[in-house]
């Protein structure tokens, strides 16, 4: 169950990246696009896949899950940021993408929806991962997978965090061994996991049979 405390720091979270929102794009490099290109070629997207993009932003990551499943299928782009969601909208993306504005705790869809729930540069800002992994994998089809990606190392995502601090400060992704655990305690198998100076990369499918 949610404490006061939790709650007010997912509206503190909210309302700061609400301010961002409108900034945001001005952070994307070309490094950082050529990076989420490579992501993309490692998972293998099926063709008209239905694809839930956690913490979509602004849609940095919105153009390469179009051409992956090949203007078919279904992306719902997902985020607890009105303001991120409203400059996402404004780049008027394939109508194949829908909007959803709604916490990773209560996500409004139904059970085994999706093909692939992908969190791009998302995953630490989740208040409460373990509820976040459970309610992703609920809406996961059977054998379908979840993608935590960054475009940087674990330790330079930490590090940013904290340098930044404020409400992001303890934003953190946890180590090999708490993230595995995390995943595994919500019915996904781990397939992957790379850390490297360039990005961040772990992959789960969702158990046929509970652990």
């Not at 997902?78 to 990773?104: C, G, R, Y």
């Not at 953190?172 to 996904?188: N, V």
Request: glycine share 6%.
């Amino acid at each position: 169950m949610a404490t006061n405390s939790s709650i007010s720091l997912d509206i503190q979270r909210q309302k700061y990246f609400d301010r961002l929102a409108s900034s945001w794009d001005k952070e994307v490099t070309q490094e950082t696009l050529e990076c989420l290109g490579n992501i993309i070629k490692e998972l293998n997207i099926s063709p008209g896949s239905r694809v839930l993009d956690i913490g979509s932003g602004t849609g940095i990551f919105l153009p390469f899950l179009i051409e992956a499943i090949g203007g078919k299928g279904r992306i719902i782009a997902l985020d607890f940021s009105a303001e991120m969601l409203h400059q996402a909208k404004a780049k008027t993306f394939n109508p194949i993408v829908d909007f959803i504005q709604s916490d990773v705790t209560a996500i409004p869809l139904p059970d085994n929806y999706a093909n692939l729930a992908i969190c791009n540069s998302a995953f630490p800002h989740f208040g409460n991962k373990s509820a976040a992994l459970k309610e992703i994998a609920r809406v996961i089809k059977s054998n379908g997978q979840l993608v935590i990606c960054h475009t940087a190392s674990r330790n330079k995502i930490n590090q940013l965090h904290q340098a930044v601090g404020g409400v992001v400060s303890t934003d953190l992704l946890p180590d090999e061994s708490r993230l595995r655990e995390l995943i595994e305690q919500a019915g996904l198998a781990v397939t992957r996991m790379k850390d490297k100076s360039e990005y961040y990369l772990v992959t789960a499918r969702k158990m046929t049979q509970p652990p």
